[in-house]
């Protein structure tokens, strides 16, 4: 059978999960992941009074390894990198373990340093978000990792032995939480935060990464009805977690199991991870609780990526690449989806000028609302608009807060006043009356310039703009042919006079005839 030479695949073995993922990349569309399978395994259970980890658990370890080489072996992937962390790093047996394994699967289990597995999660995070300057705690099964970052550039990290499953095992002895147990997980946790000096009273974003805390995100977005689709860059405050907590004070795993948007494998060890990062946050007095997507798994990818194409990866560029491979998905050349943006530019700041248009702060979301606008048409030509504004409130964009991203999908799905009050209806609590009306001018005068380019042959090179007492006129400098641009112009051109509300009047000159 021939090999999957474009897909790779990793093993990640954790304390809580082992999981499989086989990915490909490529500079165009970025990091595709194609399978992802999980096993919860919870390693860390099997930790017995010796410190080591049980027969039962070594088991469990390579059944599970061996179900993911068949899985490996039937889509032909042979590239494979596995790595451990927490559990088997910290398991007096752990050479042991590694030698039973490759012998009995054939698999290499590379076991990650405490600083190695920190740093994963922090490459992970500066390459997916445009935080310049957080903390990062990746809460696991078996380790609590965090660093602290500034511009970017990582200042101190440590590894605490302690994750949800442990502190389970360490302080709860029946399926629920006792407040007196509580107190003293949280007086472990305090005191152990505390050994940092570095980590006190920093007054800066948290950005947490693994499955507590993207379980607690997903709790979040559903206690509130939020109703952008996403998880990646999700914010909470302290507040938040000091809520979710006092509903969980005085739940049975039963109950938890029935809380939207917690996974039922995680009922038994979310108060320990939740009463973590409240700690957490009181020591750091973090200004919010950020979740991160992308976490251990991505960083060790990246690792790899950067060492081969270290140009792919800029760190002041994280929203631009990531653009790059939503437009490589779409098959949309990135320069070609620019076309017409100084036109467009001009006359936008030229209405800002004149206060037709409340001009966007963030200037970076008009470009890519520009080069995103009416992508839809590459799944339905009819439908367009639609399918944009789906795809784009559904989309992870790296670098893009939700509110933002909803902000580019307006503006990019624009048809007509009618279709953007549909589209803007649900969020009306995230985007004010204000931005309502600014959106809407904006949408409309993208709608026009690009319209205008039907044929995408930029023929338009420049435009002037003169301001008359019951009428503006636009002047666009052509090269070539421009009978389509002029007819589309002329249709399209009501979408601007209901910005002005007042007469436009449009004329095209062509350059040869200057000269």
Same mark, same amino acid.
């Given at each position: 059978?021939?090999?999957?030479?474009?897909?790779?695949?990793i093993?990640?073995?954790?304390?809580?999960?082992i999981r499989l993922?086989v990915?490909s990349y490529n500079?165009?569309?970025?990091l595709i992941?194609?399978?992802?399978?999980?096993t919860?395994?919870?390693?860390s259970m099997?930790i017995d009074?010796?410190?080591?980890?049980?027969?039962?658990?070594?088991?469990?370890?390579?059944?599970?390894?061996?179900?993911?080489?068949?899985?490996?072996?039937?889509?032909s992937?042979?590239?494979v990198?596995?790595?451990?962390?927490?559990?088997?790093r910290?398991?007096?047996?752990?050479?042991i373990?590694?030698?039973?394994?490759?012998?009995?699967?054939?698999?290499?289990?590379?076991?990650?340093?405490?600083e190695?597995e920190?740093?994963?999660?922090?490459?992970?995070?500066?390459?997916?978000?445009n935080?310049q300057?957080?903390?990062?705690?990746?809460?696991?099964g078996?380790?609590t990792?965090?660093t602290?970052?500034e511009?970017k550039?990582?200042?101190?990290?440590?590894?605490?032995?302690?994750?949800?499953v442990?502190?389970k095992?360490?302080f709860i002895n029946?399926?629920?939480?006792?407040?007196?147990e509580?107190?003293?997980l949280?007086?472990?946790?305090w005191?152990?935060?505390?050994?940092?000096?570095?980590?006190?009273?920093?007054q800066i974003p948290?950005?947490?990464?693994?499955?507590?805390?993207?379980?607690?995100?997903?709790v979040?977005?559903q206690?509130?009805?939020?109703?952008?689709?996403?998880?990646h860059?999700y914010?909470?405050?302290g507040?938040?977690?000091?809520?979710?907590?006092?509903?969980?004070?005085n739940?049975?795993?039963?109950?938890l199991?029935?809380?939207?948007g917690?996974?039922?494998?995680r009922t038994d060890i979310?108060?320990?991870a939740?009463e #973590? !990062?409240?700690?957490?946050?009181?020591?750091?007095?973090?200004?919010?609780?950020?979740y991160s997507? &992308?976490g $251990? +798994?991505?960083?060790?990818?990246l690792?790899?990526l950067?060492?081969?194409s270290?140009n792919?990866?800029?760190?002041n560029?994280?929203?631009?690449?990531?653009?790059?491979?939503?437009?490589g998905?779409?098959?949309v050349n990135e320069?070609?989806?620019?076309?017409?943006?100084?036109?467009?530019?001009?006359?936008?700041?030229t209405?800002?000028?004149?206060?037709y248009?409340?001009?966007l702060?963030?200037?970076?979301?008009l470009?890519y609302a520009?080069q995103?606008?009416h992508?839809?048409?590459?799944?339905?030509?009819?439908a367009?608009s639609q399918h944009?504004f789906?795809?784009?409130?559904n989309l992870?964009?790296?670098?893009?807060s939700?509110?933002?991203r909803?902000?580019?999908?307006?503006?990019?799905?624009?048809?007509?006043?009618? #279709? !953007?009050?549909?589209?803007?209806g649900?969020?009306?609590?995230?985007?004010?009356?204000v931005?309502? &009306?600014q $959106? +809407?001018?904006i949408?409309a005068?993208?709608?026009?310039?690009k319209?205008?380019?039907v044929l995408g042959?930029a023929?338009?090179?420049?435009?002037?703009?003169?301001k008359?007492?019951?009428n503006?006129?636009?002047?666009f400098?052509?090269a070539?042919?421009?009978?389509l641009?002029?007819?589309?112009?002329?249709?399209l051109?009501?979408?601007?006079?209901k910005i002005?509300h007042?007469?436009?009047k449009?004329?095209?000159v062509?350059m040869?005839?200057?000269?």
């Amino acid at each position: 059978m021939e090999t999957n030479s474009k897909q790779k695949a990793i093993i990640d073995i954790g304390s809580n999960s082992i999981r499989l993922v086989v990915y490909s990349y490529n500079r165009t569309v970025g990091l595709i992941e194609h399978h992802n399978f999980k096993t919860v395994a919870r390693l860390s259970m099997h930790i017995d009074a010796e410190g080591n980890l049980s027969e039962e658990g070594i088991h469990i370890l390579i059944d599970t390894l061996l179900k993911f080489k068949k899985i490996l072996n039937d889509i032909s992937v042979k590239n494979v990198f596995a790595a451990a962390t927490a559990a088997i790093r910290q398991a007096n047996n752990r050479d042991i373990i590694l030698n039973e394994v490759e012998t009995q699967t054939g698999i290499d289990i590379t076991l990650l340093s405490a600083e190695q597995e920190a740093y994963y999660g922090y490459l992970a995070v500066i390459h997916s978000t445009n935080i310049q300057t957080a903390v990062t705690i990746d809460m696991g099964g078996g380790s609590t990792e965090v660093t602290y970052f500034e511009n970017k550039e990582i200042k101190f990290l440590h590894s605490f032995p302690f994750g949800a499953v442990s502190l389970k095992k360490k302080f709860i002895n029946a399926s629920s939480i006792t407040l007196e147990e509580k107190e003293n997980l949280i007086a472990y946790v305090w005191e152990q935060f505390h050994t940092l000096p570095w980590l006190s009273d920093l007054q800066i974003p948290i950005v947490a990464i693994g499955g507590s805390a993207r379980n607690l995100a997903q709790v979040d977005q559903q206690r509130k009805n939020f109703s952008l689709h996403g998880i990646h860059q999700y914010e909470l405050s302290g507040l938040d977690l000091q809520e979710i907590s006092n509903e969980f004070a005085n739940s049975t795993v039963e109950d938890l199991k029935k809380v939207d948007g917690l996974s039922s494998d995680r009922t038994d060890i979310i108060v320990p991870a939740l009463e #973590t !990062f409240r700690v957490f946050m009181e020591v750091v007095k973090g200004t919010a609780f950020i979740y991160s997507k &992308k976490g $251990l +798994r991505e960083g060790v990818i990246l690792a790899q990526l950067i060492k081969k194409s270290p140009n792919d990866f800029n760190l002041n560029d994280v929203t631009t690449n990531a653009m790059r491979h939503v437009l490589g998905k779409f098959n949309v050349n990135e320069n070609k989806s620019l076309q017409q943006y100084e036109i467009f530019s001009s006359i936008y700041n030229t209405l800002s000028e004149w206060n037709y248009i409340t001009p966007l702060q963030n200037n970076h979301l008009l470009r890519y609302a520009f080069q995103l606008f009416h992508i839809g048409k590459k799944i339905d030509q009819d439908a367009y608009s639609q399918h944009t504004f789906y795809l784009l409130t559904n989309l992870t964009i790296d670098g893009i807060s939700d509110r933002d991203r909803l902000k580019i999908a307006l503006l990019a799905s624009y048809k007509n006043k009618d #279709t !953007f009050k549909q589209y803007i209806g649900p969020y009306q609590h995230i985007i004010n009356n204000v931005e309502n &009306k600014q $959106l +809407r001018d904006i949408g409309a005068l993208i709608r026009f310039t690009k319209g205008m380019d039907v044929l995408g042959r930029a023929h338009i090179k420049n435009v002037s703009i003169n301001k008359f007492f019951d009428n503006i006129e636009l002047t666009f400098l052509v090269a070539g042919n421009y009978i389509l641009e002029q007819y589309q112009a002329e249709k399209l051109k009501k979408h601007l006079e209901k910005i002005v509300h007042i007469e436009v009047k449009l004329k095209f000159v062509n350059m040869e005839e200057i000269e």
